[in-house]
């Protein structure tokens, strides 16, 4: 192997917490979506900061590439290890270190899923509120700047992020903001690390926000004739102010394959699934003022879910859009894209990648973050097959060209990775180089996560 000096001194470091087994290499090369398996050289799991700072320091000296592994439920390839080297996985650094709900604030390790972080979180009464759907891990939410389901009413991560620890490409451990709730000292090398995807930095502990469970909490769906009356529904919904925990958008397309993969058993319409937070009284009110809103449009078949058991059926449901996606293929993948549009363009958008959808002939399932302009669309793809997949490419592309065109952004939440670097000269322009300038500054050899993000220099 190119990099086996590396890897002997890493062996030596981490004894058995370091695999060149296929299996091992095998897994670790895998992703959620069409990409072929990318396996590394080597697969390493660190305990502490101070090994990962050891671990970067020996493949600085050989120049060994280092992509940062978490729960792999990345969209865009941003763990696969394009280059080889080493995959850095922060699975066994999982601790929830410290929480102090007198300031509303909690410090990780970035191995922490979101699901085990909001069980050790119960007994306090607070919760960490983003929620991406997959079991992500905060490291891995923190390095592709994800959002999700609950975005509307709490932002992405880049809301809920006080403070990092980061190593840098060097080996040099810093920390970068504090547990106050503002600072104007220094540059924000925080939110520079937030989204980076790895490329300038490996996130080693984070400070989060986090929010107070709500007392009352009401779920609901309804359908309606129309995507346009639907995302209506949305803007006007948005515009008078309800403060919405969630509002999701389906089509016709994916609720088909909630029937398929799910049997939910739903009228292939589009609908919108809704959440209801606060005391019960300013639920009540909520619900009511949407209700009021939704009949201007048409809105029918309203139910709603009170229970924990049904409400949580509901978010599960929305949550296995993926494979609820793929249900309606018979490649069994799915090319996932996403963008985000100002909501005055919603409609536009989404109506406009459906027309492109059947233009192309692809099976393609509409699902969003409405409420904040951000959808996704996932379409069934047959890796197996050129001419599908030279399809896909292009809806892709023309879904990016139409959120550009609406003053949008190509990606509201997967990243940039692999699949989405053809965009950021077209997005980003002359910034492009500056990013460039920030990269090289922070990660001169271009070890860190090499080949994502950054389209190749001219």
């Known amino acids: 192997m190119a990099h086996d000096a590396a890897i ?11 695999s060149t ?7 670790h090369g895998q992703n959620e979506t069409y990409y072929p398996n990318t396996p590394p050289d080597a697969v390493a799991w660190p305990d502490t900061t101070e090994e990962v700072s050891q671990i970067v320091h020996i493949c600085a000296r050989h120049g060994t590439p280092i992509t940062p592994y978490g729960a792999a439920s990345s969209l865009e390839g941003q763990h696969l290890a394009l280059h080889g080297g080493v995959s ?34 119960r007994t306090t ?13 905060i490291g891995g939410m923190a390095a592709t700047r994800a959002s999700g389901t609950t975005a509307v009413r709490y932002g992405t991560m880049r809301e809920n992020i006080l403070a990092l620890e980061a190593v840098m490409a060097d080996g040099t451990i810093i920390r970068t903001g504090t547990r106050a709730r503002k600072s104007s000292t220094g540059y924000d090398l925080t939110h520079l690390l937030i989204g980076s995807e790895g490329t300038l930095g490996i996130i080693t502990e984070l400070t989060l926000k986090l929010q107070g469970q709500p007392e009352a909490i009401n779920a ?6 129309t995507v346009e009356d639907a995302v ?4 006007l919904t948005i515009q008078s102010g309800i403060p919405m925990a969630r509002i999701e958008l389906l089509d016709h397309m994916m609720v088909r394959g909630f029937n398929t993969y799910a049997k939910a058993g739903l009228p292939e319409k589009p609908h919108l699934f809704l959440e209801f937070t606060g005391s019960p009284g300013s639920v009540a009110e909520q619900v009511e003022a949407f209700e009021t809103i939704a009949e201007e449009f048409g809105a029918t078949g309203w139910q709603t879910a009170t229970t924990t058991e049904d409400r949580n059926a509901l978010w599960k449901m929305r949550h296995s859009a993926h494979y609820a996606s793929a249900a309606l293929g018979n490649g069994g993948h799915i090319w996932p894209t996403d963008v985000c549009v100002p909501i005055s363009k919603l409609a536009e958008a989404v109506t406009q990648s459906q027309r492109d959808a059947e233009r192309l002939g692809l099976t393609a399932t509409i699902v969003g973050h409405v409420g904040d302009g951000n959808f996704h669309a996932g379409l069934s793809v047959n890796p197996n097959d050129p001419d599908e997949m030279a399809r896909a490419h292009e809806f892709t592309h023309a879904l990016g060209d139409t959120a550009l065109r609406l003053g949008g952004t190509v990606s509201g939440e997967h990243g940039i990775g692999i699949g989405k670097q053809s965009f950021m000269h077209t997005e980003h322009g002359p910034a492009v180089g500056y990013m ?8 001169p050899q271009g070890i860190l996560n090499p080949g994502k993000m950054l389209p190749a220099a001219n």
């Open 232 to 235: 209506n529904c949305v803007i």
């Open 8 to 18: 002997a001194e890493l062996r030596a470091l981490l004894g058995d917490r370091l």
């Open 125 to 137: 009464g607070l919760f960490f509120p983003v929620d991406p759907g997959a079991d992500a891990s």
């Open 88 to 121: 850095l996985d922060m699975s066994r650094m999982n601790r929830l270190l410290d929480v102090t709900p007198e300031d509303l604030l909690c410090t990780v390790q970035p191995g922490i899923t979101r699901l085990r972080l909001n069980e050790e979180l």
């Open 21 to 27: 087994t296929d299996a091992e290499r095998t897994l």
């Open 220 to 225: 609901a769906t309804c359908r309606f004739e």
């Open 436 to 443: 460039r300038a920030i990269k090289q500054a922070l990660d």
